[in-house]
């Protein structure tokens, strides 16, 4: 019986150790600390770096090869493939209009929505309290008047973590910060994004879906992350209303004065 016990550790614990190891050789790849063309560190180097053993190794190689990220060449080593994930990270330095922030918005919906539910299912103690401190690292920056965008991804960010899939993750990744709105940096700064009425209510959307995780509901993390990805398309279109508005203002008297 005590024998039994020790195999199903056993054999619990070697796909734990090598999901840890195919998500960060993962997280490096698509960060481009290992770029396309070059070569992993040796089976040695590997185990050394993971504290794993070399079946560990092999087991993350061949889930990421699978993947199509490496491929093993024989005699060679282990080299990065040309990733779609990869071309996919260059889209937030390429974004710069309203209409397609609201297009990432929808691709968002797609994947964010299911992944606040998962997170409420899935999510450990720890992934809990990252996403309770992104909320309210994004609380401090409000108070102070700094920009919030970078909490405001990492609060959707944790909450991807959070549903112990990596894909999520690496999604979010390749969309980027300059997917928030909230920020400077962004393209679609302006005054009224950055008021304290607007990122009060983006706060309070953010509480909502916090509450639904603590909560283990993921109906309610559903419906309080689809309300929010909703409503920051509505701000989206209010803009493109409030800039005709602009254009007509600017040009209508000029239009009346002229003979």
């Known amino acids: 019986m005590t024998l039994d016990v020790a195999e199903e550790l056993k054999t619990e614990r ?22 396309p063309g070059q070569k992993l560190p040796t089976e040695s180097r590997l185990t050394e770096m993971f504290g794993v053993s070399r079946t560990v190794i092999r087991e993350a190689i061949a889930s990421l ?40 918005l929808e691709v968002r919906m797609g994947i964010e929505i299911e992944s606040a539910a ?77 008021s304290l009425e607007y990122l009060t209510g983006l706060q309070r959307e953010h509480l909502r879906i916090l509450e639904a995780i603590s909560g283990g509901d993921p109906d309610g993390a559903r419906s309080a992350m689809r309300a929010h990805l909703n409503a920051a398309q509505d701000r989206y279109r209010t803009r493109l209303v409030s800039q005709q508005s602009d254009y007509l203002a600017a040009t209508v008297p000029a239009a009346a004065a002229s003979p």
């Open 118 to 194: 998962l997170a409420a299912v899935r999510r450990n103690a720890a992934q809990e309290a990252r996403i309770q401190e992104a909320f309210f690292e994004f609380e401090r920056l409000l108070k102070l008047g700094e920009p919030t965008g970078k909490a405001d991804f990492a609060f959707h960010r944790e909450i991807a973590a959070a549903t112990n899939n990596p894909f999520y993750v690496e999604i979010l990744d390749a969309l980027g910060d300059r997917t928030i709105p909230c920020d400077r940096s962004s393209p679609w700064y302006t005054v009224e994004v950055l």
């Open 65 to 104: 090869s699978a993947d199509g990220l490496v491929a093993p060449r024989q005699g060679a080593g282990v080299f990065v493939l040309e990733h779609p994930s990869l071309a996919f990270g260059s889209l937030n330095q390429q974004i710069s209009k309203v209409s397609q922030a609201i297009n990432v």
């Open 14 to 35: 070697k796909p734990k150790l090598s999901e840890r190891v195919v998500a960060a050789l993962r997280s490096k790849v698509l960060a481009g600390e290992f770029a």
